[in-house]
């Protein structure tokens, strides 16, 4: 198999634009993790795209780095040496639709991706679209709704975002009718906000295989994040944690699986566990995440080879080798 790596931030997708610091090193872990992975599995042919304006990474004995120069045209590029690799896998971020774009650009050069289909990733690029189709199967999620020109300010606290975003990015929590009059002055006006009300509670993810309405759970994590001028910030994740709970969350993946049977390979799932212990859905990342950057050392699972055996059609058993509690940081 010849398999190109194309992690976005770092792989040349802002090549005319500034590297965001935060997403760059995400993305960086992400890769790196990915890489180490991807070295471990016989027969494999990679090629890894990188920015030349970053660091290059270390890439297996096999692999061949090509390193983008600013002002490529890169859709040209890749056509260029599309005979070079069958097999993409894509990490790119739902800002502006660019992880469905990409999946549509090397859909068309008929590459093999390991992700969902596309008609999947559009619905989860759109948080209240994926929101609702959740709560159709009954699947708890935050109570959300989109932005209109409306101020719930009379009392509360609340979470506003981004329709179609990664990560923190311009998630703010507002907790007085100055705050809301100070943010609608900032507030981009082509851009569409989800609005939840703010819940207390341990913000988690899960992380997870999915393959034709099936689902494989493989560890919980916590995420940890700070608020600097009522904007969130994600500072990294404790990977493999609450493993007493794991049969509880295998089966709500189960039921997200069964709600939308397109979502293959890895997917990120981020929720809220209240302190009654409800979990609620906040949006489902149909991709790679930052706590991918732990799961190896944790459990001792190679997603990357499970991911790949999907390609094969068939999901096998994951049979974790560790038990460790991993921290990943990112500032």
């Not at 990490?91 to 774009?101: Q, S």
């Not at 709970?245 to 890895?266: D, F, M, R, T």
Request: proline content about 3%; glycine content about 6%.
């Amino acid at each position: 198999m010849r398999l190109l790596v194309f992690e976005f931030i770092t792989g040349g997708g802002l090549l005319n634009d500034i590297l965001p610091s935060s997403l760059m090193q995400e993305g960086a872990m992400m890769r790196a993790a990915l890489l180490q992975d991807l070295g471990e599995i016989q027969g494999l042919k990679l090629l890894v795209l990188n920015d030349a304006r970053i660091e290059e990474p270390q890439i297996p004995p096999a692999g061949t780095l090509f390193n983008i120069q600013p002002r490529t045209n890169l859709e040209l590029y890749l056509r260029e040496i599309k005979d070079d690799y069958d097999v993409v896998w894509l990490i790119a971020p739902e800002t502006e639709g660019m992880l469905v774009k990409w999946h549509q650009f090397f859909s068309q050069e008929n590459k093999q991706l390991c992700l969902s289909s596309q008609q999947t990733l559009t619905l989860c690029q759109n948080k209240l679209h994926t929101i609702n189709v959740l709560k159709e199967a009954t699947i708890s999620c935050v109570n959300s709704q989109k932005y209109r020109s409306f101020l719930p300010i009379d009392s509360g606290q609340w979470v506003l975002k981004p329709m179609e975003s990664v990560g923190c990015e311009d998630v703010y929590l507002i907790q007085s009718k100055q705050q809301w009059l100070d943010l609608l002055k900032v507030l981009d006006k082509q851009q569409e906000y989800l609005i939840q009300p703010y819940i207390q509670g341990t913000v988690l993810s899960l992380s997870a295989l999915f393959y034709q309405g099936e689902s494989a759970f493989i560890c919980c994590n916590q995420q940890q994040l700070s608020l600097k001028d009522n904007k969130f910030q994600l500072l990294g994740c404790t990977v493999n944690i609450k493993q007493e709970k794991s049969l509880e969350y295998q089966k709500l993946c189960s039921k997200i699986a069964k709600s939308i049977p397109g979502l293959w390979g890895y997917i990120g799932i981020d929720l809220i566990e209240t302190e009654q212990g409800e979990l609620l859905i906040l949006e489902i990342n149909p991709r790679l995440t930052t706590s991918y950057v732990g799961i190896k050392e944790a459990t001792g699972i190679n997603v990357a080879a499970q991911v790949l055996d999907l390609l094969n059609n068939k999901i096998t058993d994951l049979i974790k080798t560790k038990s460790k509690t991993i921290s990943v940081n990112i500032h």
